[in-house]
C-alpha cells in the first residue's frame, strides 16, 4: 500500500513539475529559461523525479533493480526507462507506456505550439 502511494504521489510531482515548467516557459523571459542555472535545476529535479518514481514502482512491483539498471537510469535515462519499464512489464507493457509517453508528448507539442502561433511565447 504505501508503495503504490509513493509511486502515485511521483507520478504527480512529475506531472506538476512539468505543469510549473510550461507557465515558466510561457511567462519568463528567454534569457532566464535558457540560462545554466535553470537547465541545471530543470534536469536534477526531472532526473530526481524519474528515479523516485522507478524506486517507488520496483517496490510496489516487487522488483529488485541491479547497480547496473540503476547507473543506466541515473546516467542515461533515455536507454535506463525503457529497459526499466520492458523488465519490470514485458513487453506489451513497454507499448503502453511508449503510446502514454506519445500522447503526452503531443498534447506538450500542442498545447506549446499553441501558445507560440499566439506570440505568447
Given at each position: 500500500m504505501r508503495a503504490k502511494t509513493l509511486s502515485r504521489l511521483a507520478?504527480?510531482?512529475f506531472w506538476l513539475?512539468?505543469?510549473?515548467?510550461m507557465?515558466?516557459?510561457?511567462f519568463l523571459?528567454?534569457?532566464?529559461?535558457?540560462s545554466f542555472e535553470y537547465r541545471l535545476f530543470s534536469s536534477i529535479l526531472s532526473l530526481t523525479l524519474i528515479v523516485l518514481w522507478v524506486e517507488?514502482?520496483?517496490?510496489?512491483?516487487r522488483i529488485t533493480i541491479r547497480k547496473r539498471l540503476r547507473y543506466l537510469i541515473v546516467?542515461?535515462?533515455?536507454?535506463?526507462?525503457?529497459v526499466y519499464v520492458i523488465r519490470s512489464r514485458g513487453?506489451?507493457?513497454?507499448l503502453r507506456f511508449s503510446g502514454w509517453f506519445a500522447l503526452c508528448a503531443?498534447?506538450?507539442?500542442?498545447?506549446?505550439?499553441?501558445?507560440a502561433a499566439l506570440d505568447v511565447i
Open positions: 507520478v504527480a510531482l513539475s512539468l505543469a510549473i515548467a507557465v515558466l516557459e510561457t523571459d528567454a534569457k532566464i529559461l535558457y517507488a514502482d520496483a517496490v510496489a512491483r546516467f542515461a535515462p533515455p536507454i535506463g526507462i525503457p513487453l506489451l507493457g513497454f503531443a498534447v506538450w507539442v500542442a498545447l506549446c505550439g499553441g501558445l
